[in-house]
């Protein structure tokens, strides 16, 4: 009994802890989800570890509004309730395979009916909140920075077009230092007054030759294609007209080939200022030489004969009528183009030169120059008269084919001439054989490359053009002889054999020149500057 007594009031004096069945007859009180309190994210961490990656992106991407209430302490922040918009609390997202704190608004509005799920009635998800203050000064703020990037990223751009337009204008000053500008079409040339008696005298000489010196333009569909200089070498006829002399560029089709352009039409810029048509006379493209009618009077130049000395360069520029002049020497120099007649000067011209005279101290016309890079190229009256004069005769150039490429021996290399002086010791003028074309007349005959030419007929060689002016004359005697081109001239040659020292004479029998023969004048595309000049008339 004492123990049973004992039992009971201790059970009396402990309460039960064993949990009280429920009712079933009694209603199921609501489920309620509570979720531990939170730090908000802006607040600072309690442990003195570094923020992951995670959470400093969390603080950029989901910024917490700041409490109106100071914090006293990190423990009372830390216990205080998360400050959270409309004071709800933090739930859990899954998204990505990670965890994402976000707050969850309070429900200020209507509740929406819940829907139905596996445990009952559940709570409808809240409406998004309103954006805050603070969310609307970040989107702003993001907008600045859009704007504050396009800003700098046009900046930049400005700044790498301004760096690129530097470094080609440095490239092309580096360029036209080494002698490789490209020329323009209104380009002039000439040598600055430096003062010296042969500066004076040129000055002289140019303004006496200047009243014959002309520049001309071609144009086609309303375009112009080129400029070149011109000057007067043919006296005037019955209707008072004057033959202007200058180059086949002024006219040659734009692909290179023997062709004028279509439809091109030819200005004529006279001495006074006064600007004239001209009419194409003549055309050879085998010697690049053009002659254009004019109805005005000009002076005449007197033609020379070329020598060694000190000559001159002369031109014209169409756009405002400048007078160009070049000094220089002939020089023993091989012409860039196919043409074995020319000679070369050390004048530069520009490409509004080409056509232009060459002349001596005296006025005396030598050639007719040809813009080169590096140099100028010029045919020498002898060779030009012929052309003039056969064009006159027959209305084209009749001249022989030989298949031969030749140069005077003062032009040839010294490694090239050693070996032939040591077979030849007396041997100091001739033409050297740099080429002979299979199947050409000159290979029937039998010419081989490094024999040297020292006699045409009964004549001695000692230059190229005396040799061309040589082949002329008697392709004109042949033709007036038999009526025309009657394919048997042959011409008699001595030659010096280098592989052996034997001098003996050839029979070659020359074909008619064709157009696929001709010499190639690789001429360069026109190119233009935009200069706004007005061609005025004299008084």
């Given amino acids: 009994r004492s123990g049973r007594a004992r039992k009971r009031k201790g059970s009396l004096m402990r309460p039960s802890t064993q949990t009280p069945r429920p009712n079933p007859s009694s209603p199921r009180p609501p489920r309620r989800t509570t979720v531990p309190p939170r730090r908000a994210v802006h607040q600072p961490p309690l442990s003195l570890r570094p923020l992951s990656l995670r959470r400093l992106l969390l603080r950029r991407r989901t910024p917490a509004p700041r409490s109106s209430k100071p914090h006293s302490s990190p423990l009372a922040s830390a216990a205080a309730v998360p400050d959270v918009p409309c004071g709800g609390d933090m739930t859990r997202s899954h998204g990505e395979g990670r965890e994402e704190d976000r707050p969850v608004a309070c429900e200020t509005g209507p509740r929406k009916k819940a829907r139905k799920g596996k445990r009952g009635s559940a709570k409808a998800r809240p409406p998004p909140p309103a954006p805050s203050q603070e969310h609307r000064a970040t989107t702003s703020d993001d907008d600045g920075s859009a704007q504050v990037r396009a800003m700098v990223a046009e900046q930049m751009r400005d700044i790498l077009a301004v760096d690129a337009a530097k470094k080609k204008k440095v490239a092309e000053l580096l360029k036209g230092l080494s002698g490789e500008r490209d020329l323009s079409v209104e380009d002039t040339f000439g040598d600055s007054n430096d003062g010296s ?31 070149c200089s011109g000057f007067v070498m043919h006296g005037t006829d019955n209707t008072g007209a004057n033959m202007i002399l200058t180059s086949a560029t002024l006219v040659r089709s734009l692909n290179g080939d023997s062709n004028v352009i ?31 009618k004019i109805a005005a009077y000009l002076a005449l130049l007197e033609e020379g004969t070329t020598n060694n000395g000190a000559v001159l360069a002369l031109g014209r520029a169409y756009e405002g009528g400048l007078l160009m002049c070049s000094r220089g020497q002939v020089v023993n120099k091989k012409s860039k183009f196919g043409c074995a007649e020319l000679l070369v000067s050390s004048c530069k011209v520009s490409m509004a030169g080409s056509g232009g005279p060459l002349v001596n101290y005296n006025g005396q016309v030598l050639g007719i120059n040809f813009y080169e890079k590096n140099q100028t190229s010029y045919l020498p009256m002898l060779i030009v008269s012929r052309i003039l004069e056969q064009h006159h005769c027959f209305g084209k150039l009749i001249s022989p084919w030989l298949g031969l490429r030749y140069s005077s021996l003062h032009m040839v290399p010294l490694a090239v001439l050693e070996p032939i002086y040591q077979k030849f010791p007396d041997v100091d003028q001739g033409l050297y054989v740099s080429k002979v074309v299979e199947g050409s007349p000159a290979d029937v005959a039998g010419l081989r490359v490094g024999d040297v030419l020292v006699k045409c007929g009964d004549k001695l060689l000692s230059s190229v053009p005396e040799f061309g ?30 592989r052996d020292g034997s001098t003996v004479s050839k029979t070659i029998a020359a074909e008619m020149l064709r157009e696929n023969n001709y010499n190639r004048w690789p001429a360069p595309m026109p190119s233009y500057t935009i200069r706004l000049i007005n061609v005025t008339p004299r008084r």
Avoid: C
């Avoid at 008696?197 to 303004?207: I, T, W």
């Avoid at 001495?271 to 010697?287: Q, R």
């Avoid at 007036?480 to 048997?488: I, K, L, M, N, V």
């Fill in 197 to 227: 008696l042969e500066s004076l005298q040129a000055r002289k000489v140019a303004l006496l030759v200047s009243k014959s010196v002309v520049s001309l333009s071609s144009f086609a569909g309303g375009k112009r294609i080129r400029v």
């Fill in 262 to 292: 279509s439809d091109v039409t030819v200005k004529v810029l006279l001495p006074d200022g006064h600007i004239t048509d001209g009419h194409i006379f003549l055309v050879d493209f085998h010697y690049n030489v053009a002659v254009v």
């Fill in 469 to 498: 002016a040589m082949l002329l004359d008697d392709a004109k005697a042949h033709s007036e002889a038999f009526g025309g081109w009657a394919g048997d001239m042959t011409i008699e040659v001595v030659i010096k054999r280098q």
